[in-house]
C-alpha cells in the first residue's frame, strides 16, 4: 500500500497530475492482498435488538478490519481510495434499519457467477470516493491506471431494456457501497467503470469526496427533469437545508434562480444558510412547530401556522417545490404548504417512511408527489461538472480517520454534523491531491464555508 501511496504523492508533487508517473507505472504497481476496510459484521445485526432508533450506536457496529483485494472483473476498475465521505446510508447500514443490508448483498449475489463475490459475511460500506484508478477490468477503454476519479454511487446491469432510458430505471439497480459491496470507506475500493468522473482539480481529496451521493442526488430531485424540473422564481422549500443534501440543494436553488426557504434546526445553521446566499429562513426550533400533536394524530393548525411564516417570507407566495427527505414528522406540512399545481419531491424518510397528509390538499389543488433516488450516470456526471467548474461547492465541514469512521457516522446519526463530513483513507493529511491552484484562490472562501463549524 505504501508504493500505491507513493505512487500517488509523487503525482502530486508533479502538480500536473498526470506527468510525474504514468500509467503504465501505475498499472505495474503491485496490488497487495488486503486492505483495510470499514465494515459491518454479518453475525452481528442483532447487536442493537430492542433499543430505540436513536440509541443504536454506529461505533458499535462500524469495524475496521483487514479484508482480501476482490477479484476484478469486466467492466470493473479498482481504485486507490485518498478520501470518502460519510453518507446517511452508511448510518442506515451501522444501525441495521431498515433491514440488514446483508440481504441486498445475498441477492445481488444470485445473481451471477460474479455478483457472488458482493454476498460475504462482512459488508465494506462507503458510497463515496475521490482516488486514483489502479487497474481497470477487460472491456474498459475511458479510464486507465493514474486517472484521477470520483465515483458515483450507482451501479447498474443493463441487460434489460427498462434501464435504457434512465438507467436509475434498470431493474438490477443499486447504490454501490450500500446494496452492493467493496464500498468506498477504504483503503480500496471496487466499481464499475461506469461509475467513474473526473475528480475536480481545484479540491483537495477529501473535498472532492464530499459531494458526490448528496450533490448527484440533489440535482435529479430538484434541477433535472426526471425529479422536479425547477425554473427560475421557484420558491423551494428545502428541509435540512444546511445539512447533506440540503446543503447542496440550496446551491442548486440559488445558482438557478429559485429562491430557496431554508428549514434548519438552530441560529448556527441560519447562519450557514445566509452565508450561502439564501434570504428566507426558518429556524424550525426556535419557532417549535409541532406537526404531531401525538404519534398518531396531526395538527393541521401547526401546518397553517408555518405555511403564514412562508406567506410572509416570500411575499404571500406558497411554495412551487418541496425538496422532502424528512419524512413521516414533515410530509403533512409540506404536502399542505405546496401552492396549487406544485410538487413535493421526496428521496428519503429520515423520521419514518408511513407517511400521513391530507390528501384533499393534493388532489383538490392538483398537487404532484415526486418519488427521486439518486441520479443516473449523465445526471452525477453534471452534478459533478458544476463541481469542477466552481459553479457548486463542497460542504464538507470535519475530517475523520478511517478508524473514526464510527464517531463520524454517530455525529450524523446525532445530527451533530455541519454539511458533510469526510473521512480520509490512504491520504495521510488534509489538504492533498489539489491541481488548479488558481482556481481553488477564485473559490477558497466558498470551498472552506463548512469548515469548522
Ligand atoms: C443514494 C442513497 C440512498 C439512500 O440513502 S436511501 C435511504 C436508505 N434506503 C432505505 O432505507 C431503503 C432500504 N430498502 C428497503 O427497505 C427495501 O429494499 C424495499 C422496501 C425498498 C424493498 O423491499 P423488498 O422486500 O426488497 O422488495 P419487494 O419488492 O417487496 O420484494 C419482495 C418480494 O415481493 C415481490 N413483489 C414486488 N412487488 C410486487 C407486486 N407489485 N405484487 C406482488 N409481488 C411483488 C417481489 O417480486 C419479491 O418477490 P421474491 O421475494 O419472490 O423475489
Ligand atoms: N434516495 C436517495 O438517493 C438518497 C436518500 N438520502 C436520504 O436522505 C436523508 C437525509 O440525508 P442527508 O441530507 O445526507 O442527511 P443529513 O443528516 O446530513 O441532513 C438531513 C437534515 O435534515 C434535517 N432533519 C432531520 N430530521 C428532521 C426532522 N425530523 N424534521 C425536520 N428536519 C429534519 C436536519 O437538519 P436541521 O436539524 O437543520 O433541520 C438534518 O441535518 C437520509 O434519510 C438519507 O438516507 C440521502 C441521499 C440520497
Redesign the pocket.
Same mark, same amino acid.
Given at each position: 500500500m505504501k508504493e500505491i501511496l507513493d505512487a500517488i504523492q509523487s503525482q502530486s508533487a508533479s502538480n500536473s497530475g498526470s506527468a510525474a508517473v504514468t500509467a503504465a507505472d501505475f498499472a505495474a504497481l503491485p496490488i497487495p492482498e488486503s486492505y483495510r476496510a470499514v465494515t459491518v459484521h454479518k453475525d452481528e445485526t442483532e447487536m442493537f435488538a430492542g433499543l430505540s432508533t436513536r440509541d443504536k450506536d454506529p461505533r458499535k457496529s462500524l469495524h475496521v478490519d483487514d479484508v482480501p483485494v476482490p477479484e476484478l472483473g469486466p467492466g470493473e476498475a479498482l481504485v486507490a481510495v485518498m478520501a470518502s465521505s460519510v @453518507? *446517511? @446510508?452508511s448510518v442506515?447500514t451501522s444501525i441495521f434499519e431498515? +433491514?440488514p443490508t446483508f440481504? #441486498?448483498l445475498e441477492r445481488y449475489g444470485k445473481l451471477s457467477e460474479l455478483t457472488k463475490r458482493h454476498d460475504l459475511p462482512y459488508h465494506i460500506i462507503g458510497?463515496d470516493l475521490a482516488g486514483v484508478v489502479l487497474r481497470t477490468g477487460p472491456g474498459v477503454n475511458a479510464w486507465r491506471p493514474g486517472d484521477e476519479v470520483v465515483a458515483h454511487?450507482l451501479s447498474v446491469e443493463l441487460e434489460s431494456s427498462d434501464g435504457h432510458n434512465d438507467t436509475m430505471l434498470d431493474p438490477e439497480q443499486r447504490?454501490w457501497g450500500?446494496e452492493t459491496n467493496f464500498g468506498g470507506l477504504a483503503e480500496l475500493a471496487l466499481v464499475k467503470s461506469n461509475q467513474l468522473m473526473p475528480k475536480p482539480a481545484h479540491l483537495s481529496w477529501e473535498e472532492a469526496a464530499a459531494p458526490g +451521493?448528496v450533490n448527484s442526488?440533489a440535482y435529479r430531485q430538484l434541477v433535472s427533469r426526471n425529479g422536479a424540473d425547477m425554473k427560475q422564481g421557484d420558491n423551494v422549500l428545502i428541509w435540512g437545508a444546511s445539512g447533506g443534501l440540503g446543503s447542496y440543494a440550496t446551491q442548486f436553488a440559488l445558482a438557478g434562480g429559485a429562491n430557496p426557504i431554508c428549514v434548519v434546526s438552530s441560529p448556527q445553521k441560519a447562519e450557514i444558510c445566509r452565508s450561502m446566499g439564501a434570504e428566507a429562513i426558518i429556524d424550525r426550533n426556535a419557532e417549535d412547530y409541532k406537526f404531531w400533536k401525538d404519534e398518531h394524530t396531526q395538527d393541521p393548525k401547526e401546518w397553517k401556522r408555518f405555511g403564514k411564516r412562508i406567506r410572509e417570507l416570500t411575499g404571500g407566495e406558497d411554495i412551487d417545490i418541496v425538496f422532502e427527505h424528512p419524512g413521516r414528522e414533515t410530509f403533512g406540512a409540506s404536502v399542505y404548504v405546496t401552492r396549487k399545481g406544485g410538487t413535493i419531491t421526496t428521496?428519503?424518510s429520515t423520521s419514518g *417512511?408511513m407517511h400521513e397528509y391530507d390528501n384533499r390538499y393534493l388532489w383538490m389543488s392538483l398537487k404532484r408527489i415526486i418519488g427521486s433516488? #439518486?441520479a443516473n450516470y449523465r445526471e452525477a456526471w453534471e452534478a459533478n461538472r458544476l463541481i469542477a467548474k466552481g459553479k457548486i461547492h463542497p460542504t464538507l465541514s470535519k475530517t475523520y480517520t478511517l478508524e473514526e469512521t464510527g464517531q463520524a457516522a454517530y455525529d450524523v446519526h446525532r445530527n451533530l454534523h455541519q454539511g458533510k463530513v469526510g473521512v480520509l483513507c490512504l491520504a495521510p493529511e488534509e489538504g492533498l491531491g489539489v491541481r488548479d491552484h488558481e482556481m481553488r484562490a477564485k473559490h477558497i472562501d466558498a470551498i472552506n464555508r463548512f469548515r469548522n463549524i
Open positions: @453518507n *446517511y @446510508n442506515w431498515p +433491514l440481504g #441486498f458510497s454511487c447504490i450500500f +451521493l442526488t428521496c428519503a *417512511y433516488h #439518486f
